[in-house]
């Protein structure tokens, strides 16, 4: 929704405004939405690391390579944000 409104900002000449993921690193699956689907992707991948067997990078949201409550956390912290506008 607040990324509606600095879009909506853009589109009417205003740069002050921006939004701060253009494409959401959330959106773990990249089907334009934060859902339950990314939460079970990185639940999934829960505890691992590079080299475990349920390793998956992308759930690893926020790049300190373990997949842990802190990436669970941040996905749900913008659970339900759409990015599909941003991303064409
Ligand atoms: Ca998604
Ligand atoms: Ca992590």
Not at 37 to 47: C, T
Request: with cysteine; proline share 5%; net charge negative.
């Amino acid at each position: 929704m607040l990324c509606q409104i600095f879009m909506f900002a853009l589109s009417v000449g205003s740069s002050a405004f921006a939004c701060p993921h253009p494409k959401l690193v959330e959106d773990v699956n990249e089907d334009g939405v934060v859902d339950m689907l990314d939460v079970a992707i990185v639940a999934k991948a829960f505890a691992s690391y590079p080299g475990h067997p349920r390793w998956n990078s992308r759930a690893d949201v926020d790049g300190n390579n373990i997949v842990d409550i802190a990436d669970v956390a941040q996905v749900l912290k913008v659970f339900g944000t759409t990015s599909k506008h941003l991303m064409n």
